[in-house]
């Protein structure tokens, strides 16, 4: 299968070598998992600014289930994830983004006091205005990544909170 999918790799669809992506980061030995990203990862990294958001988000998914991508301020393939999120952050489905920015948590975490420059702290401006059109589960999932971090600047809380508080009530801006 392997030899199948390196000589078709080209050929795939995006969102068929996103699936595939998944199944070898979730239920592949590690042999095989490894051989999957060694010759798939580069070409995956070069296409991220161009895929649709859910076929990203499968694709940073399955390259950071996979160890493939190191979530980590000194990690290349990371900061090349960074660069195409960042560069398409005012496009990407606030459902998308939310749930990158929960994966991102990692770098953040291991570097709070060192590095100001992980996704998060890149694409807060376009969040917040992405906030408007956002679903609960997404608010509450940006707040507790936001927490969980320690980033976020004041107008970004006072924001959330007021979209938060909308949501619950039922209504939209």
């Given at each position: 299968m392997?030899d199948?999918?390196?000589?078709h790799?080209t050929t795939?669809t995006?969102e068929?070598?996103?699936?595939?992506?998944?199944?070898?980061?979730?239920?592949m030995?590690?042999t095989y998992?490894?051989?999957f990203?060694?010759k798939?990862?580069d070409?995956?990294?070069k296409?991220?600014?161009?895929?649709?958001?859910?076929?990203l988000?499968?694709?940073?998914?399955?390259?950071?289930?996979?160890?493939s991508?190191l979530?980590?301020?000194?990690s290349?393939?990371?900061?090349?994830?960074?660069?195409a999120?960042?560069e398409?952050a005012?496009?990407?489905?606030p459902k998308?983004?939310?749930?990158?920015?929960?994966?991102?948590?990692?770098?953040?975490?291991?570097?709070?006091a060192?590095?100001?420059?992980?996704l998060?702290?890149?694409?807060?401006?376009?969040?917040?205005?992405?906030?408007k059109?956002?679903?609960?589960?997404d608010?509450?999932n940006?707040m507790?990544?936001?927490?969980?971090?320690d980033r976020g600047?004041?107008?970004?809380?006072?924001?959330?909170?007021?979209?938060?508080?909308?949501?619950?009530?039922?209504?939209r801006h």
């Amino acid at each position: 299968m392997i030899d199948y999918i390196d000589e078709h790799l080209t050929t795939m669809t995006y969102e068929t070598s996103s699936e595939l992506a998944v199944i070898y980061a979730s239920r592949m030995d590690e042999t095989y998992r490894n051989l999957f990203f060694e010759k798939s990862s580069d070409k995956f990294l070069k296409e991220l600014r161009y895929l649709k958001d859910e076929t990203l988000y499968k694709i940073v998914w399955a390259m950071v289930k996979s160890r493939s991508v190191l979530i980590a301020a000194e990690s290349a393939r990371w900061t090349a994830v960074k660069a195409a999120v960042s560069e398409r952050a005012a496009e990407i489905s606030p459902k998308v983004m939310s749930d990158l920015l929960v994966l991102s948590t990692m770098e953040a975490v291991a570097s709070e006091a060192e590095n100001p420059r992980d996704l998060f702290s890149q694409v807060e401006g376009e969040l917040m205005k992405k906030m408007k059109l956002m679903a609960l589960d997404d608010l509450i999932n940006i707040m507790w990544t936001a927490l969980k971090i320690d980033r976020g600047t004041k107008p970004f809380f006072e924001r959330l909170e007021r979209d938060r508080r909308q949501r619950q009530e039922g209504r939209r801006h």
